[in-house]
């Protein structure tokens, strides 16, 4: 991966993203093999590519993380990171976004628009990165690129701007047209090198067709052209070219290009359209950030000129190789050996290992410069989204926002004692993936890991077992009931052991009650007249009671909004004792509760949930199958926002739910709203099911 001159100027950092499918790290593979980077081409089927090398990538053939793969073509270094298609690994797209320059959105020509390429559209617009379109499996029987662009105009509007054209389709497609310099490149089916030939008769008129449209669209982006266009006056090609990069650097075009990864054709006129229309990395964004020295927000552009400071944008914890540190430098270069400052934890690192990675190979560098991506491995300190910096120039770059999890598991270790394998585990997959989170559930004894869906929290527990030998089983979290009492109750609880000696002696006369202000602890009121109860005992009673709520009298699930009053007893001189007059308020406690219609409580989720208007039906039929209630509906960027309550245990698997529900395009939040009484029919089988694994406990 030699370049003789290695400057931010021969850099492109290109991401692929798009719908699950549509070929991105068969695009990325073809690129490699194409320009001699790797000898044989890989393919997803086999799990031989480059970007897929985690063992589960292999497995269930599907890109699961961010992956880079440099290579070198005509003095000019281009990075493509390859993201995951799949909505369960959008916090990876998220990192390896802000790796890159410009996004590569990555259309099935046989699927078209699918719900992937609409939500990468809507992420690039949101963060402001220049795109670009590949309309690829050209080869494939019915696939038409007239169909597939057309449709991309009309969606995505004037911007999008056809910079190649196809030369025979399915079976037959074997070459591109470049419209703006208007050469035709027909393929070579041994060398995958493009030939040059004149543009065939037939395309003639479409060629011409195409130009007026690229002409139209880039004079809207340049006042000088938009005059000359408009009276009529061609554009020359170098105008057309630099206004397209100025374009597509600013966001206003979106140029597409065409292909077909399996079959290796057109990678020639892509790899020349990356090196002319892509912005390098001087154009990027400028980072937001924190200077150290001010505390001010700053904006930092992509320079060599300043000194070294970088974002580490991905981590990948490899049981063997220890931490790798992918990080993107902003300003500056670093060399190896170099002592850095990470500014988020005020730490020092040493950066002793610098390498760049394709797919999981290491390539030793001696510098790696602004606007490139470098790697290294085990720095003690420093996580995904970090900042590393010289010294001397100390800032924080942005956060990453991520998508809060939406599903949550119960992780149960499958032999005893692998809890220790399993929470180091976890932790070391945290450091890897900072979209999931790990919770202990105390009161059930469960650990909880919530992810952004069901294959996500799969995946996890499959790399539990693979990577840190602790095989899991993955179950629904319990449910955390509550029971509380409808009416009111007045019992006495005595305890009385005469047993020679030092005998027991206590007893208690309580009220019991729902609490009525609004807070779910218990109350307790001490109304004791007349030293019935001595003042010393009284707290032993309150004591006893609170010890009594952790468990109910119903399915043994922790009791709520309860008011106990204490307004009678008797003790005895030398027999009362704390510890009696304890047992004597928890079998007060139980006779009270029984007394008192007691009922089982759950715990109500407050749902917002945001659909296209097509679906709405669904998703409101949905809610009433599982016992929820509609609060209202209202009307959010084009789409429709549902706020709804549900209870909790007909949520767990929601978000599997919507996404079939809505093809994906449905999103919600949820949050804990109060506590409600259990309907009578749902009863006896919570009760039931509180038993049996009290049972299996014993």
Excluded at 143 to 164: N, R
Aim: net charge negative; hydrophobic share 40%.
């Amino acid at each position: 991966m030699h370049i003789k001159e290695y400057s931010i100027k021969n850099l492109r950092n290109v991401g692929l993203i798009g719908h699950s499918g549509t070929g991105k790290t068969t695009l990325a593979e073809a690129l490699l093999y194409y320009t001699k980077s790797i000898d044989r081409l890989g393919k997803v089927e086999d799990g031989t590519t480059t970007t897929d090398f985690d063992p589960e990538e292999k497995k269930r053939q599907i890109s699961l993380q961010a992956s880079v793969a440099p290579f070198a073509y005509q003095e000019t270094k281009i990075n493509l990171v390859d993201i995951p298609g799949y909505f369960d690994f959008m916090g990876e797209g998220i990192q390896g976004m802000r790796a890159v320059d410009i996004a590569t959105i990555v259309v099935s020509a046989a699927s078209g628009i699918e719900v992937g390429t609409d939500k990468s559209w809507a992420y690039v617009n949101k963060i402001k990165l220049p795109r670009a379109f590949y309309i690829n499996k050209l080869d494939r029987e019915n696939t038409e690129f007239d169909k597939v662009f057309d449709s991309l105009k009309e969606k995505y509007g004037m911007s999008v701007v056809p910079i190649q054209y196809p030369i025979g389709t399915a079976e037959n497609f074997r070459g591109v047209i470049n419209v703006i310099s208007n050469r035709a490149r027909i393929h070579d089916p041994v060398t995958f090198e493009m030939m040059e030939q004149p543009v065939p008769e037939e395309y003639e008129d479409k060629v011409a067709e195409l130009k007026e449209m690229i002409v139209e669209s880039v004079a809207q982006t340049d006042e000088v052209l938009l005059d000359k266009f408009i009276g009529g006056e061609e554009l020359t090609k170098e105008e057309i070219y630099n206004a397209l990069i100025k374009g597509c650097v600013s966001g206003d075009i979106a140029p597409v290009m065409c292909g077909s990864a399996t079959k290796v054709i057109g990678m020639t006129t892509l790899l020349e359209d990356i090196l002319e229309c892509f912005p390098t990395p001087e154009y990027a964004i400028p980072q937001k950030a924190v200077d150290l020295s001010n505390n001010e927000e700053v904006f930092i552009g992509l320079t060599e000129d300043k000194p070294f400071s970088a974002l580490v944008f991905k981590t990948i914890a490899d049981p063997f190789v220890g931490k790798i540190s992918l990080f993107r430098v902003i300003t500056g270069n670093v060399k190896p050996d170099q002592v850095v400052v990470n500014t988020n934890s005020d730490k020092q690192e040493k950066l002793s290992n610098l390498f760049f990675l394709r797919g999981k190979q290491q390539f030793q560098t001696t510098k790696v410069i602004a606007g490139d991506i470098g790697a290294v491995s085990k720095l003690q300190y420093t996580k995904t989204g970090d900042s590393l910096c010289d010294p001397k120039f100390k800032v924080v770059y942005d956060k990453f926002n991520f998508p809060e999890p939406v599903m949550t598991m119960s992780v149960i270790p499958k032999s005893k004692g692998d809890e220790e394998k399993i929470s180091s585990g976890l932790s070391r997959l945290l450091d890897e993936d900072p979209t999931f989170t790990v919770k202990r559930d105390t009161e059930n004894a469960e650990t909880l890991i919530s992810g952004l869906g069901e294959t996500h929290i799969e995946i996890l527990a499959s790399k539990l077992k693979n990577k840190f030998g602790a095989d899991v089983r993955l179950e629904l979290p319990k449910v955390a009931y509550r029971e509380t009492i409808k009416k009111m109750s007045d019992v006495q609880g005595k305890h009385k052991k005469q047993s020679g000696g030092h005998g027991q002696y206590g007893d208690v006369v309580i009220k019991f009650e729902p609490r009525t202000d609004g807070e779910v602890d218990l109350q307790f009121v001490d109304a004791v007249v007349g030293g019935v109860v001595p003042r010393n005992f009284i707290p032993a009673v309150e004591k006893g009671l609170r010890d009594s709520i952790k468990e109910g009298v119903l399915a043994g699930y922790p009791v709520i909004k309860l008011k106990a009053t204490l307004h009678d007893g008797s003790f005895h001189p030398v027999d009362s004792s704390e510890m009696a007059f304890k047992v004597a308020a928890n079998l007060a406690f139980k006779k009270g509760m029984e007394m008192a219609s007691p009922i089982l409580l759950e715990p109500i989720m407050r749902v917002e949930v945001t659909v296209p208007d097509e679906y709405m039906g669904d998703v409101i039929g949905d809610i009433n199958k599982k016992r929820g209630k509609i609060l209202g509906m209202e009307p959010v960027d084009g789409l429709q926002k549902v706020m709804a309550e549900v209870p909790q245990g007909e949520m767990f698997k929601y978000s599997t739910d919507l996404r079939s529900m809505t093809q994906a395009r449905g999103e919600f939040r949820m949050e804990f709203a109060r506590y409600e009484e259990v309907p009578a029919a749902e009863v006896p089988k919570i009760v039931e099911k509180a038993k049996a694994a009290k049972e299996a406990k014993e």
